[in-house]
Every structure is written in C-alpha cells, then in structure tokens.
C-alpha cells in the first residue's frame, strides 16, 4: 500500500522510519511545511515529496498519517475522510473538545476509519493487563492506579498552548483506564500543586496533579501525573482485585529506587524518554492501522475513544480550578 505523512517533525520522521520498514508498505508520499524536512525523509526513506495536503491525497494514497501540529488536526481528518482515505491521526483530534466534536460530526455517517494515536493500547504490557481484566483473572476490581511522570516539563511556549495537565499528559491514563478496564468514568475529583519552574503556574497550569476518578462500577482509579520527575519517565499501572492484583511497568527500567536493604531492584538504567519507553507500542499501532487501511480490521481507537478520555479531561480541570468533584455528565451538559 502507499501512505501518506503530513508533519515530519519528531513523531513525524519516527512514524516515516516505522512505516518504511512494514511488508505492507510499498512507498510513501510526504509532506511538511518545512521544505528541508520533507526532503531530508523522502532521501532517507526514498519517499516521494508533495507540497501540500491535497498533494498528498492527490497522490494516490491508501491511507494518510497526520503528524502535523494540533490545530492542523481537525482539517486534515476531514479532508482525508472527505477523500475517502483512511487517517491515523495523533492525539488530540483537536485542540478543544468542542473542536473535537465538530469534527466527529462532519465525519459521522461516512464508512471511512479514523484512528487516534493512544499508544499505550499497543504497548504488550496494558494489552497483557486488559486481558488479564476481560478474563476475570482478578475478580471484581476494587482499585486502579495509573502514573505518568515526566523527567522534565516541556518549553514554556508548548505548556501555554497545551491547554493543561490533564488535557495534556493525564488524557494517556484517563484513555488507557477506560480501555484496560472497560468502564466508563461518572465522577472526578482532582487536585494540582506548583513545586517547580514557574512559567507553567503563570500559565495557569499545574506541574504535579492528583486525580480520583469513580467508574460507573464503582471501581475507583487514582491517577498520577508530573511535570518533574528526576530519575526519569514513569508509566505505570496498577490494577487490584478482590482474588488478584497486577502491575505493567514493574521492569527493570522503571524509574524508581528500592531502599530495601538487600533489594536490587529495578536493575536497570531507568526510561528517560517517552519514545525509549513506547517504541515498540508505537510500531504496533502504525502495524494496527495499515491492517485497518486494508479492511481487515476496524479502527482500534475511535474519534469517539479520544473523545471520552477528553471529557474526562474537561471534568478533571474544572475540578481543579473550582476545588470540588465533578460529574462527566455535568462537562458534557455545559
């Protein structure tokens, strides 16, 4: 199949190395607003360069993946959907979730798959863990916690348009609870502090937050999440039942020491980097949507997925600003 990329920055080159490498892949169509970027991954990869979007469509692809920055999104989905070509698209689908909802309509009733790029559904551990769930293997669930620590907060410049912590980074945990436990989140109640570099408070932000979300089995899931986080990247997840508990993320790069006398673990040099931690699960969500582009499988993570983990977000930063706990059925109304 031929794939289009729009955006080749960071993740954008990455997905173009990746999607290089997969037998399903014969050639690729790239493009970025940045001549030099282009053509630096069409010599790297032997791509062919177009000069815009419609280029790229033009180009007679089969699918399209967007890498472009977060307000391209919502124009790009639709005009691939438009087209009739199936898009991977990174998170967010866009940068508010009434931008988010606008685009699910323009796209709703056409049979053209979108899938959003929450990596952790690929990543072998949450997968081991969301079966482990679906099986039973735990008993009824009582308690989830899910962390995402970074080793340091990104520029000052990226925080003010981020639009928060929880739209940001804590969206990640509230989308891989939902689809490791296969429970819809009704309640929040969250709570930030300011311990580190100030440009994020004076963007009215937080840098450390604490959440407890309630299920609509009455589960409760406490999500983590920092900006500072010294020894390194720390994704985990805990999930505790009534006959078993289990954890992903508990290996030997997990970012924490043991001060248990005699107690080696973790042994070895803890994940500093998102990419280094979730390489592998990035490879297989790009495998994931060249099967969907072949219509062998439906989109693994909807608009409507990302959606959801972004009412969790609206309700977990209007619990913080307003210090009281919030319904998602109370975001949703506003």
């Known amino acids: 199949m031929r794939i289009g990329i729009l955006g080749l920055g960071r993740i954008g080159a990455f997905h173009a190395e990746t999607l290089s490498g997969l037998d399903a892949v014969e050639s690729l169509v790239v493009s970025d607003p940045f001549a030099d970027a282009a053509k630096a991954a ?3 990869f032997g791509a062919q360069v177009a000069d815009s979007p419609e280029a790229v469509l033009a180009a007679g692809v089969d699918g399209v993946v967007v890498a472009a920055a977060t307000d391209a999104h919502p124009e790009l989905i639709v005009a691939c959907v438009e087209a009739g070509v199936p898009v991977f698209c990174e998170k967010p689908v866009a940068r508010t979730i009434a931008e988010g909802v606008e685009v699910l ?3 709703a009733g056409r049979d053209v798959p979108v899938q959003i790029g929450f990596n952790r559904r690929f990543d072998a551990g949450f997968v081991a863990a969301r079966a482990a769930v679906r099986s039973g293997e735990l008993g009824t669930l009582h308690t989830v916690r899910s962390t ?4 340091a907060p990104p520029p000052a410049a990226y925080v003010a348009a981020s639009g928060g912590i929880f ?3 804590s969206v990640h945990d509230f989308d891989i609870i939902r689809w490791v436990t296969g429970r ?3 309640e929040v109640y969250a709570a930030g502090g300011n311990r580190g570099a100030a440009y994020i408070k004076e963007a009215g932000d937080a ?11 009455g589960t409760l899931a406490v999500v983590s999440n920092s900006r500072h986080n010294g020894r390194g990247y720390d994704v985990r997840m805990e999930i505790h039942g009534f006959t078993d508990s289990i954890a992903v993320g508990l290996e030997d790069k997990l970012p924490l ?6 107690v080696t673990f973790p042994a070895g040099v803890p994940h500093d980097f998102f990419m280094d931690r979730f390489t592998d699960a990035y490879r297989a969500e790009l495998h994931a949507f060249t099967e969907v582009v072949a219509g ?3 989109s693994p993570c909807t608009i409507e997925d990302a959606l959801e983990a972004g009412w969790i977000a609206e309700a977990c930063t209007l619990s913080l600003h307003e210090h009281r706990p919030v319904t998602l059925e109370e975001v949703r109304r506003a």
């Open 207 to 217: 840098d450390t937050t604490g959440a407890v979300l309630t299920l609509d089995d």
């Open 184 to 186: 819809e989140v009704t």
């Open 296 to 298: 062998s499988r439906p």
């Open 257 to 262: 020491r043991s001060v248990e006398p005699g």
């Open 105 to 107: 309509k323009a796209v």
């Open 148 to 151: 995402t620590l970074d080793p």
């Open 167 to 169: 739209r940001d980074c």
């Open 42 to 44: 069409a010599e790297r």
